[in-house]
Every structure is written in C-alpha cells, then in structure tokens.
C-alpha cells in the first residue's frame, strides 16, 4: 500500500513538455512523455448547448475523469454570472479559475477558461452523491438494458455557517411540483431578528424560495430538501440554511430523472483522486472545516487518500505538482504522477497438460488415415 516516487525522482522536469525518466525501487522504470501540468485541452470554442454541459458517459474503463476544461471568448453584453449558469457551473467556480476577470463587465473579446472537466467522487457511482467542498451534484441513474451508464451533474448551493447541510446517506422521500414553502421557525426567528418578516407560508409563483421543484431528503430532525430557487446568481455558493439550492432549469431536469426512493449520499471530500489509463489524477475544492470556514488542504490528508486509492499499485508522484494543485485548490484536474510498471515483466508459461505423456505429441499433426 506504497504511493511511491519522491521529489528527487522528478528534479528534471522543467516545464510541461519535459521527459522524465523514473525510476523506483529494482526492476521498475517508466519514462513519462510528457507530464502535463495540468493535462486538459484548452479549447477555444463558442459556447456549447447548456444541456450538454450537465450529461455525460462514463467511460468504458471505469476511468474516474470525464468532461474537458476550454476556453471562450466573451460578448460585450456577458458577465461571469450568466457564464456560470450557461456552463452549469457555480459562480464561485467560474470566479476561482478566472482571477482577474472582471466578473460583471468582462468586455467583449476577453479569454475564459470553463472548468468542465472533473473526477467522479469516491464512493458507489449509483443514485444521487452531494460533495459539499465541492457544492457540486451528480446523479448516477440505473442504466437500462443496453444503454450506457451516464453521470449527470449540476452546481448546486450548499449550508452555510451555522447552517451546515448534514453528511450521511438517506433518501428522496417525496417530490413535489411548484411547492409552497413553509419557513421552519427558526428561520423565521432569524429573518424577524434581523427586521426581515417571513410569512408561515409563501404560496408557489415567482416569489417563492423553493422555486419550480422540491424533492424532500429523508434526514432525520430537519427539513432538508433539494430544490430550485428564485435567486439563481447564487447557486454554487455556501448560502442556505441546510438545503440544496438548484439552478431552475436544473432541478427540473433533475426531477424529472430521480424517481422516489433514490439514494443519496451527502459526502465532505475536498481532495479527489483517480488512476486513469495508468495517470494519477489530482483535483482539489478548498476544504471547509466543521465551523463552516474554509481553511488549507492537508497534506497528510492527500497522502492518506493517495495511499487508499493506489492500494498496493506503485506510482512515481510529481510532489512539486500535487503541492501545486493542493495549494490552488482550484477545482481544475491535475495529472501529478504516474503509475510505474515493471521493466522486464516476466512471461507467461504454459505448464503442459499432466495427462500427456509427451507434450511434443500433443501438439503434433494427426497421422494421415492408412
């Protein structure tokens, strides 16, 4: 259960098109060609259809990776809001990436990068998997006979301090269409303290919270649901009292997806990590600590969830790229090493057949008929 590779086997790499030879322990080398720092297309491309940015296949490996990181060139009229929800991002994830970027007068004519590529959480890929570090959402849906599995994803709002969305697992225990929403009293209390009233009920329409859908969580001693929101600049954000807070669009494609009885698995993983086609993949979301503040990813961490992924596969790790990708934390997938093979595998030996005799005879032609 060795992650192996120390920073001394990398000292050569000096850019991304570098040629590193590793070698770890006897009998095992692998020249890495190149090492990509990060190992995503930059594509500049016009804005693809929003619909497509939520679904994808899973590829046929069970590789972890999927979707792909481009660039776009703005119009005068965007701003990094309207990006974001095109894109089926959060805003907040589109910012991170986009640093000096003017998020509401970006100009016409300005590069930028949509990060749309991801590793898959850890974990069953089946029902509904919430990574809150990441406020990101994806659905596994149960293939049917001859479809491939498919993973949606979608940006969504998580609890913010003092209001933390719970971890665990539990399930979709009702679904409902153009709910009224019924504001807990403790909302209530906290809106009144801050001279903001809410009503005991706010009927469904334009003005309501919850949006077009509701779909209720079986969390024991809340109220906890995923829905849409009437206030969609704020989607990606940790900013509601617990619930999952929906693009409109979103939800209701979601909704009409997951039936009743779903699974779903509300997880706090910061650090994801994947071997895809004999790659260590890294991606990193700013971790949040149990008081809801955002702090620094751990090392120690990084090395613990390396150890649980590789097993006992050997790999060379680019440490100078993982800390890297660790201290941007900026949501984009890294490849930070490699897995390392050995140099002269030995091959495979047939043992003769222990009911023949000669083995030379059993491989001989058949005598022509006298």
Request: hydrophobic fraction near 40%; include cysteine.
């Amino acid at each position: 259960m060795r992650s192996c590779g120390r920073r001394s086997d990398f000292d050569a790499a000096r850019g991304p098109a570098a040629l590193i030879q590793v070698r770890y322990n006897a009998g095992m080398t692998r020249a890495l060609w190149p090492l990509r720092l990060p190992l995503v297309m930059l594509i500049a491309a016009a804005a693809i259809a929003p619909a497509s940015a939520a679904v994808f296949e899973l590829r046929e490996d069970g590789g972890g990776i999927f979707g792909r990181v481009e660039t776009v060139e703005t119009r005068y009229e965007d701003t990094l809001i309207e990006l974001a929800r095109r894109y089926s991002l959060g805003y907040e994830e589109l910012t991170r990436v986009n640093v000096g970027v003017d998020p509401w007068l970006p100009g016409a004519g300005t590069q930028v990068l949509i990060p749309g590529q991801r590793l898959l959480p850890p974990g069953p890929r089946e029902g509904i998997v919430v990574n809150l570090p990441e406020h990101r959402l994806y659905y596994f849906p149960k293939p049917k006979k001859g479809e491939k599995p498919i993973v949606m994803t979608f940006p969504v709002s998580v609890g913010k301090m003092d209001w933390r969305t719970p971890l665990g697992t539990t399930r979709v225990v009702s679904k409902r269409k153009n709910p009224a929403w019924y504001p807990p009293a403790s909302v209530r209390a906290e809106h009144l303290a801050r001279g903001d009233p809410l009503p005991a009920v706010v009927p469904s329409g334009p003005d309501n919270p919850l949006g077009t859908r509701a779909m209720r969580l079986g969390i024991p001693g809340g109220s906890y649901l995923i829905h849409g929101t009437n206030n969609p600049d704020a989607v990606g954000m940790a900013v509601t009292h617990g619930c999952l807070r929906m693009y409109p669009e979103d939800v209701e494609r979601l909704f009409d997806a997951v039936p009743v009885g779903t699974a779903v698995t509300l997880i706090n993983e910061p650090i994801k990590i994947a071997v895809v086609a004999g790659e260590l993949w890294l991606e990193v979301h700013p971790p949040v600590n149990n008081e809801g503040q955002t702090v620094e990813p751990d090392l120690l961490d990084f090395e613990q969830r390396l150890d649980t992924v590789l097993g006992t596969t050997e790999a060379a790790i680019h440490w100078d790229q993982a800390l890297a990708t660790l201290r941007e934390a900026n949501g984009i997938p890294a490849v930070v090493g490699l897995e390392l093979l050995p140099e002269n595998p030995e091959p495979a030996t047939t043992e003769p057949d222990a009911d023949v005799a000669d083995p030379a005879a059993a491989l001989a032609p058949p005598l022509p008929a006298p």
